[in-house]
């Protein structure tokens, strides 16, 4: 429900405060030079070096080619790049700039403020995913997928998860440059044990159990499948359920720890 403007009749919904916020935030997006390039060009690099890992990795045994391994990598290099790590450094810009605490004194509620910075990064997320895929059919021959709807579910579980895990971020963030150091934790994790550069596929049987787990894991695993086609329902549901618990938990955490003011 809206709540009515200040001095008059009218009154605006949330999805009007939302857009306003957005639209206010795509200003400041593309004024900021080096958070332009790591969520627009960063993401497009980092998949080469993922090329030259896979010379090491038995593929036909795991069941699958190098597309089907690159293709999820390069989404998941762009959730983390072009969201998580955009969106860390957005919120603590916008927290030391006093602009966060000034929108939480007009109508917008918490959740509608942190939504509001979130779109223009998870926009540029969603489209770079798109590209990614384009690319992959035009370049590396990838056949349409064969489950789209697992490919996007994955890539919208990883863009709110990435969203609420960058706004937790920046809760532990002093300044917009030590942005760079906070998010190396998940990002490493992320990388190595989410299936961005190492497939869960080759992993030994009881490492991939654990790294299944991983906040990042299920949508990678969502976005591979959809072009595999080879997950059942039950493997669905539980990826998917895995991916909600980890966005639960971290918007209650946001919610507990998120700081609104200049961390002093």
Not at 41 to 58: A, I, K, Q
Not at 158 to 178: D, K, N, Q
């Amino acid at each position: 429900m809206g709540a009515p403007v200040a001095g008059g009749g009218a009154r605006t919904t949330a999805r009007g405060r939302v857009g306003a916020l957005a639209r206010a935030e795509v200003a400041l997006f593309l004024r900021n030079r080096g958070t332009l390039f790591t969520a627009l060009f960063v993401p497009f690099v980092l998949p080469l070096t993922v090329r030259s890992g896979t010379e090491n990795m038995d593929l036909d045994k795991a069941g699958l080619d190098l597309a089907e391994v690159l293709l999820p990598a390069a989404m998941g290099f762009s959730l983390l790049f072009a969201v998580y790590t955009a969106l860390t450094t957005t919120f603590v810009a916008r927290r030391e700039e006093l602009v966060l605490k000034r929108l939480r004194t007009g109508e917008a509620s918490d959740a509608e403020v942190l939504a509001g910075a979130s779109v223009p990064a998870a926009a540029v997320g969603f489209v770079q995913c798109l590209l990614v895929a384009v690319g992959c059919a035009l370049l590396l021959g990838v056949e349409a997928p064969e489950a789209p709807h697992l490919a996007l579910l994955g890539v919208l579980l990883g863009l709110a998860l990435c969203a609420v895990l960058g706004a937790l971020t920046a809760s532990f963030t002093r300044t917009v440059e030590s942005a760079g150091v906070t998010v190396m934790p998940f990002l490493l994790v992320a990388m190595l044990g989410s299936g961005i550069t190492v497939p869960l596929e080759v992993m030994p049987d009881r490492v991939a159990g654990v790294c299944e787990l991983l906040p990042l894991s299920p949508a990678v695993q969502l976005i591979r499948a959809g072009w595999t086609g080879d997950l059942s329902g039950y493997e669905t549901l539980g990826a998917t359920a895995t991916a909600l618990a980890w966005i639960v938990v971290c918007c209650f955490a946001v919610r507990r720890w998120f700081r609104w003011e200049p961390r002093r």
